[in-house]
């Protein structure tokens, strides 16, 4: 067990954990932070989706013991249930989720790309959820609410 | 607390030395994870120790007229968007961009995609297309690696676990092509992919031919291919003619992903496409 610091959504913590566990078995094991999920832990589903240094990556191939000092964000970092975050506005209102399981990680791949590219078009989109797996909707649910959130027509 | 502090399954070196030092014991280098924290995840295995080299400033990328010195640290990510890259190396960018999907080419590196010599390694193919050299750094210094000497089997390369690779070298190259084709566009190892690098004179007459396939089980050159290229006018026709010879260089592998008769079928039509989009006469997807 080693203590382990790291910037989580903002605020500096620390947590005592297993050098061998993965990024989001640290979150949800040790820090109890449900909101990111376990899915394949190989890196193709794209469910444990969080911000890295800025950039979305996928939890379960992320060693927790190489984010010692750098930055980590997740859904819970991204909006609440009173101020939640336009893309979770636009996935609700859009029938963007269903079960429920891929979502935080398609909400952390898309703000990623409303990040980078206020305006995606539909290809963007699609491009940037490439890495995450839906098994509900179909996809076209969740396009539609990533460019509704982003004021772009669908 | 500092990474010296932390225990010794799991280091993160600053200094080169401590790295190699590090790698005894059964000590597994650290890139990205994406292969060794998802084979960790799956089998629940780990390695003696982990040696993670993410501290030690190998994502550079540092280029000039005679050569692309990239970091074995760089992710894919940047491999696929960085301009001199794109510009002087195109197959290498287009082979990273096309590599699983956006949030691992994030951790990915180029140097870890090329060591984990997965079958038909996308970036093995462009960069053995490219003639590139590889540094690996050991306790003796550095040996330089030629693309083609890296493969020895699927899974399998020469360099050796106390080892690390540190950069890939190219010489830039103006035309240069990659084309993969995967069971779909994003998350798939590729059936066939294939790679070109050509040189063509004013007279439009190729003065230097370089093609790489991932039909078998590593990225193989094609000579056969590259002979029917050199000394003719690139048009359709001669790069089909070039690319049918192409099963005369390598036996298509059987496996889940494609049989070896449809590899062979894909094969050739993969590289007369690298060729004609490395001789700009088609846009590959």
Same mark, same amino acid.
Request: glycine residues 22%; proline residues 0%.
């Given at each position: 067990m080693n203590t382990l610091s790291f910037s989580l959504n903002g605020r500096e913590v620390e947590v005592l954990a297993p050098d061998d566990v993965n990024l989001v078995t640290l979150l949800r094991d040790h820090l109890a932070m449900y909101g990111t999920k376990i899915g394949?832990?190989? %890196?193709? !589903? %794209?469910? !444990?989706t969080v911000h890295l240094d800025g950039l979305p990556v996928n939890a379960c191939l992320v060693l927790a013991a190489t984010i010692a000092g750098r930055s980590v964000h997740t859904i819970e970092g991204i909006g609440t249930l009173e101020e939640p975050h336009p893309l979770q506005v636009a996935f609700t209102e859009h029938y963007g989720a269903q079960c429920g399981f891929c979502t935080a990680g398609m909400l952390m791949a898309a703000k990623s790309l409303l990040d980078r590219i206020a305006k995606p078009t539909r290809e963007e989109v699609v491009d940037a959820l490439s890495g995450n797996l839906c098994r509900c909707t179909g996809y076209q649910k969740i396009v539609e609410s990533v460019l509704a959130a982003a004021g772009s027509s669908p | 607390m500092g990474d010296r502090d932390r225990g010794s399954w799991f280091r993160a070196p600053r200094e080169m030395k401590e790295a190699i030092d590090a790698l005894s014991d059964g000590a597994r280098v650290l890139a990205g994870g994406t292969d060794l924290v998802a084979t960790m995840n799956i089998r629940g295995e780990r390695p003696g120790g982990v040696v993670w080299i993410g501290r030690l400033g190998l994502e550079r990328i540092a280029a000039d007229d005679d050569l692309i010195r990239i970091g074995a640290g760089a992710s894919l990510a940047t491999v696929a968007s960085d301009p001199a890259i794109r510009a002087g190396a195109a197959a290498l960018a287009a082979a990273a961009g096309k590599l699983a999907g956006p949030s691992v080419r994030n951790l990915a590196t180029l140097g870890g995609s090329l060591c984990a010599a997965w079958p038909r390694s996308d970036v093995g193919c462009a960069v053995l297309a490219l003639d590139g050299v590889l540094v690996a750094t050991g306790r003796g210094g550095e040996r330089l690696i030629p693309m083609s000497d890296l493969y020895a089997g699927p899974r399998r390369t020469t360099i050796t676990p106390d080892e690390i690779l540190t950069e890939v070298r190219i010489r830039p190259a103006a035309r240069s092509s990659f084309v993969k084709v995967a069971r779909r566009s994003s998350f798939a190892l590729p059936v066939v992919n294939a790679a070109a690098r050509l040189e063509i004179g004013q007279d439009g007459v190729v003065a230097e031919a370089v093609v790489a396939v991932g039909a078998g089980s590593v990225p193989e050159r094609a000579p056969s291919v590259e002979e029917g290229l050199i000394g003719r006018a690139l048009d359709p026709t001669v790069a089909r003619e070039a690319a049918s010879r192409v099963l005369e260089d390598v036996t298509p592998a059987d496996d889940e992903h494609a049989s070896s008769w449809y590899r062979s079928q894909v094969a050739p039509v993969a590289v007369a496409r690298a060729v004609l989009a490395a001789g700009g006469l088609e846009a590959t997807a």
């Open positions: 394949c832990e190989q %890196g193709t !589903c %794209g469910s !444990c | -």
